[in-house]
């Protein structure tokens, strides 16, 4: 499996892997932090040509911008042009920059095609996860059962350093996103099957709160052993709505999830909802990992690292996270980021 090396959110990532091994960090690792490596575990250099430049520290918000207001209209870099687009008839060209879906999407939707921006690294963190991260390097530790976390100091980083591909999962689960954020109105959308223009989209509310997320040093077996607690609630379309949603993520075991169904007006324990299993009313393209890349206890599969890759992803699309979007940003068989509405807005920008 990939084990991918946050760069600061950049348009052209680093993947590193490297041979799977089970010695603990050492305080040379952790002396690397902040100097060689950002202080959470990335590669500070540009690469070899320069398209991922190093990283040179946590930008400050463009004047004006405060919690609770558009990103987007607060973006330093808006005003970016791209370097060049990717579409049918030059995706061979950069295929070994492209993971297999984001080809054969270009290869198989009509008009699709990906505007590729400048990198720009401009993602940090807090200097408590900073230091926290730190400590974790020589101090973090994986349960007896080989995959479960037991101990790390929070909230930081697990495995700045990592040596396997089970360090490299907890690094993704347990990264830095405060003690938790709320989305009063969330916007999912899945395009159409082959040979139909009919999307399926539904409106609701989520929150996600994270116990280990408060600001400070805490280690976290002094705290219940969760990852995450989230709730969400379907407004739409008219089967989903009033339809909602509790799921307790553990560290170290299954998770529990409860649904209410309104038409029973029953609450129903799921059993494995998790992982790849299909969420409900999204016909089987939904499924529970989509949202953040892996979802459910890795006891399941064997991760390992086993090289390097640089590839393109999508990141700074502000527009898309507005709760206004309009709906005209929904083409016929994927989305339509070149229509009137989000032209010039860098949406997505890979």
């Not at 091994?21 to 690397?32: E, I, P, R, S, Y």
Request: aromatic content about 14%; charged content about 20%.
């Amino acid at each position: 499996m990939i084990q991918v090396r946050t760069l600061g959110c950049g348009a052209l990532i680093s993947a590193l892997f490297a041979v799977s091994a089970v010695n603990a960090g050492t305080d040379a690792d952790a002396a690397k932090l902040g100097k060689e490596l950002t202080p959470v575990g990335a590669e500070k250099a540009a690469n070899k040509d320069g398209t991922i430049p190093a990283w040179q520290g946590t930008e400050a918000p463009t004047a004006g911008w405060s919690y609770g207001k558009s990103r987007a209209a607060h973006f330093k870099y808006q005003g970016d042009k791209p370097l060049y687009t990717i579409d049918a008839s030059n995706v061979d060209k950069y295929a070994d920059r492209l993971s297999p879906g984001q080809i054969q999407q270009v290869k198989q939707g009509k008009g699709y095609k990906m505007d590729v921006y400048p990198s720009r690294r401009t993602c940090g963190n807090p200097d408590f996860v900073a230091e926290n991260t730190k400590k974790n390097v020589t101090a973090a530790k994986l349960g007896a059962d080989g995959w479960s976390l037991k101990e790390a100091t929070v909230p930081g980083v697990p495995f700045a350093v990592p040596k396997t591909g089970t360090e490299v999962m907890w690094n993704v689960k347990m990264k830095y996103a405060g003690v938790g954020f709320e989305w009063p109105t969330l916007y999912t959308a899945l395009s159409p099957r082959q040979g139909s223009s009919e999307w399926i989209a539904a409106t609701s509310t989520q929150t996600y709160y994270f116990p280990w997320g408060k600001k400070g040093s805490t280690q976290l077996s002094s705290l219940p052993p969760v990852e995450y607690f989230t709730y969400f609630s379907y407004k739409s379309p008219t089967a989903l709505a009033g339809q909602s949603l509790a799921i307790t993520n553990f560290l170290d075991k299954t998770n529990e999830v409860y649904y209410y169904f309104p038409g029973q007006r029953r609450v129903r324990r799921m059993p494995t909802y998790a992982y790849d299993a299909p969420q409900i009313g999204f016909e089987n393209q939904y499924t529970m990992d989509e949202p953040r890349m892996f979802n459910g206890t890795i006891e399941r599969f064997d991760w390992k690292l086993v090289g390097k890759k640089e590839m393109y992803i999508p990141y700074n699309g502000n527009k898309f996270m507005q709760p206004k979007l309009d709906t005209d940003v929904l083409g016929k068989n994927h989305y339509n980021v070149h229509n009137e509405y989000t032209q010039g807005l860098q949406l997505p920008r890979f």
